[in-house]
């Protein structure tokens, strides 16, 4: 069986998440996400929906078999817990493909990193970014 592991913040939940997440499942036999607790984004703005709530959502998801928040400060901890074959990025996460990949050896943890592809929607005027999507709430409810 090949453990998949995917991660993210997972915030505003858009076709971009979906595709992501079908692509990491495709590529194992089970697919466990870590969401990113909310104290934890720092590279980009926090989350607006609270840890849990986001976490709920993604469990939903058909392709998820397991969705857990990250831990407090170690961001591998759940990582090493569920042992994975396979470590899935997203096509636009800010992870160095390498950099993780080092970190996970460091650790012990034997396990691929690869990145996903880009979703490529078949319609005009897809929003694919949590931060999109609130402008564009912002800009058409004001």
């Not at 997440?21 to 697919?31: S, T, V």
């Not at 490529?120 to 694919?128: D, H, I, K, N, Q």
Request: charge should be negative; include cysteine; glycine fraction near 8%.
């Amino acid at each position: 069986m090949t453990t998949v592991v995917a991660q993210g913040t997972f915030d505003l939940l858009h076709p971009g998440h979906l595709h992501y997440l079908r692509e990491a499942a495709g590529m194992g036999d089970q697919l466990h996400v870590i969401l990113a607790r909310r104290e934890n984004v720092t590279h980009k703005d926090p989350p607006i929906l609270p840890n849990e709530q986001r976490r709920e959502m993604v469990a939903a998801l058909d392709p998820v078999d397991e969705a857990i928040v990250g831990h407090d400060d170690d961001i591998f901890i759940p990582v090493e817990r569920i042992d994975p074959d396979l470590l899935v990025l997203g096509y636009d996460q800010h992870h160095d493909r390498g950099d993780i990949a080092d970190a996970l050896a460091e650790r012990g943890i034997d396990c691929v990193v690869r990145r996903a592809s880009e979703y490529e929607p078949g319609y005009e005027g897809a929003v694919l970014s949590t931060g999109r999507i609130v402008e564009r709430i912002l800009e058409t409810r004001d």
